[in-house]
């Protein structure tokens, strides 16, 4: 499985970003797909995940603000990214699991929010 995460880019605080992943194949037959993130000296962090059932799952830091979801016409997982705050600053990474626990992982892009 190949992903092509977009969408990155420089916001103020309190202002919205929409990240998107293109998925190379069907994103209903993924067991998960998800959003990762890693600030500058700071492991990498669970942001928000969908399973193929449409059920979601979110970083206590991020819920309300944050939304994912999935297009699968297009293959695509998105994630909404509403009063973004500087800690919000990072590298944001898609990730999808196959039925087989097969783990794959985007480029990332990268998230700036300036206060």
């Known amino acids: 499985v190949q992903l092509q995460a977009y969408g990155g880019g420089l916001v103020q605080a309190g202002g919205s970003l929409r990240l998107s992943c293109a998925a190379s194949e069907s994103v209903a037959s993924l067991n998960v797909m998800g959003w990762y993130r890693q600030a500058p000296g700071k492991q990498r962090e669970l942001v928000a995940i969908?399973?193929?059932?449409?059920?979601?799952n979110y970083a206590a830091s991020v819920k309300g603000r944050f939304t994912i979801s999935r297009e699968n016409a297009k293959n695509t997982v998105y994630l909404q990214m509403n009063g973004l705050k500087p800690d919000d600053t990072a590298v944001y990474y898609c990730n999808a699991i196959t039925r087989i626990f097969t783990t794959y992982w985007g480029q990332g892009t990268l998230v700036t929010v300036s206060s």
């Open positions: 969908i399973t193929g059932g449409g059920s979601t």
